[in-house]
């Protein structure tokens, strides 16, 4: 083996060497990810036995969509007997964010990265994995989301098919009393935020008042349940987009011309104190 070919093959052991580490590094950050996931989904797997799903049906389900609000209101769907398109379309209502954190992600990653590996990452890209990831300094590597992925996802989905099985062994009262968590686990989400910002309170009781009235009002209530939830959900999100705007970009500026006002005069500080002792 001549120099050249010696240096292709060290070159290749390096590189599998990176990637079996952030594999790794990936793998030991999802853990803890993965028992917070297994506890959630098992509460949501009651939700899907209420649904009428298997055990396998609910781990396909949870494997595929990885996302407890889209998954529950897929779920309430499926118990309502919704069609193909409402299911869908509240699915990707539900999980648009994912979206947005997905092009984040994907800005990150080094600019020759194939669109595979991209693809592969935004598949499961949620709340945790993706502050995790962008948390990392510098140029991201999709091995490592891959290590958190290959924890993670299964937590997920095995917790939910276990949630289904226990729906099916356990009292229907039991299932009755199981199923409450799960708007526990939603009431511990929005009542934070809530709590933080007066916005985000008002929104969510207008929520709660306009889903009360979407029941009884004459052209609402003729809808299905699934298409209320749709209507509802698009219109107060484009309403406090509107008209409660996240005004990020401009705390940004002001903030950047805070340190640079602060900058500068600490640099002028030396000079006038020099002039001063002239």
């Given at each position: 083996m001549d120099t050249s070919e010696s240096h292709g093959v060290a070159k290749v052991d390096r590189d599998a060497d990176s990637r079996r580490s952030l594999f790794l590094e990936g793998f030991h950050d999802g853990i803890p990810i993965a028992l917070g996931y297994f506890v959630v989904s098992f509460t949501l797997g009651i939700a899907a036995k209420t649904a009428g799903l298997t055990p396998f049906q609910g781990f396909v389900a949870s494997f595929f969509n990885n996302a407890s609000a889209g998954e529950y209101a897929a779920f309430t769907l499926i118990a309502a007997k919704a069609s193909y398109f409402?299911?869908?379309?509240?699915?990707?209502?539900?999980?648009?964010?994912?979206?947005?954190?997905?092009?984040?992600?994907?800005?990150?990653?080094?600019?020759?990265?194939?669109?595979?590996?991209?693809?592969?990452?935004?598949?499961?890209?949620?709340?945790?994995?993706?502050?995790?990831?962008?948390?990392?300094?510098?140029?991201?590597?999709?091995?490592?989301?891959?290590?958190?992925?290959?924890?993670?996802?299964?937590?997920?989905?095995?917790?939910?098919?276990?949630?289904?099985?226990?729906?099916?062994?356990?009292?229907?009262?039991?299932?009755?009393?199981?199923?409450?968590?799960?708007?526990?686990?939603?009431?511990?989400?929005?009542?934070?935020?809530?709590?933080?910002?007066?916005i985000v309170a008002a929104l969510v009781g207008a929520s709660f008042l306009l889903s009360f009235a979407a029941e009884h009002l004459p052209l609402l209530a003729d809808l299905s349940s699934g298409t209320r939830t749709i209507v509802l959900t698009v219109a107060i999100a484009a309403a406090g987009a509107y008209f409660f705007p996240v005004k990020e970009a401009a705390d940004d500026k002001k903030a950047e011309a805070s340190s640079e006002t602060s900058a500068t005069k600490k640099a002028k500080t030396p000079a006038a104190n020099e002039t001063e002792r002239d």
């Open positions: 409402e299911l869908a379309l509240m699915t990707l209502v539900a999980n648009a964010r994912y979206m947005l954190m997905s092009c984040v992600v994907s800005q990150k990653f080094a600019p020759g990265t194939p669109l595979y590996h991209r693809l592969l990452v935004g598949f499961d890209i949620t709340d945790e994995i993706f502050g995790i990831t962008i948390a990392r300094p510098g140029r991201l590597a999709p091995f490592y989301n891959y290590g958190a992925m290959s924890v993670a996802l299964p937590g997920w989905a095995c917790g939910t098919a276990l949630g289904v099985l226990a729906g099916e062994l356990l009292s229907l009262r039991i299932v009755s009393a199981l199923s409450v968590a799960l708007f526990g686990m939603f009431l511990w989400v929005i009542i934070p935020a809530a709590h933080k910002d007066r």
